[in-house]
């Protein structure tokens, strides 16, 4: 049974960091990508970041320059460093985890976290 479990949500005010974790259990060695989206209320979920196994990165246009992602694999652990947030950062964010294309079908999405960026 695979598990995703975020942390490290919370309230923020603009301009301020905060940095979230996703911890994987089960079956994580064939999660070759593993990311961040995020759903703001009344919008569709979106893609943040991903990274591989091998570290290569992508960010949305949004983001780039102000988070980083990362992760070890020796924990089975993806990182998300929000600096210099915003308040349109505000918004629910899930982990997510698949073999080949994150957000494909049948990925697998942890609970989220609720980010909250005051301005």
């Known amino acids: 049974q695979v598990q995703l479990v975020e942390s490290g949500g919370g309230l923020v005010q603009a301009g301020g960091s905060l940095r979230l974790s996703c911890a994987v259990s089960?079956?994580?060695?064939?999660?070759?990508?593993m990311g961040w989206f995020r759903q703001a209320p009344g919008k569709q979920r979106e893609l943040v970041a991903g990274?591989?196994?091998?570290?290569?990165?992508n960010y949305a246009d949004s983001v780039k320059g102000r988070f980083t992602i990362s992760r070890d694999n020796a924990k089975n652990t993806v990182y998300l460093q929000m600096n210099s947030l915003k308040a349109e950062d505000t918004a629910v964010y899930y982990c997510?985890?698949?073999?080949?294309?994150?957000?494909?079908?049948?990925?697998?999405w942890g609970q989220g976290t609720q980010v909250t960026v005051s301005s």
């Open positions: 997510n985890a698949h073999p080949l294309t994150l957000g494909a079908p049948r990925s697998h």
């Open positions: 089960g079956n994580s060695f064939s999660f070759n990508v």
């Open positions: 990274v591989t196994r091998g570290s290569t990165t």
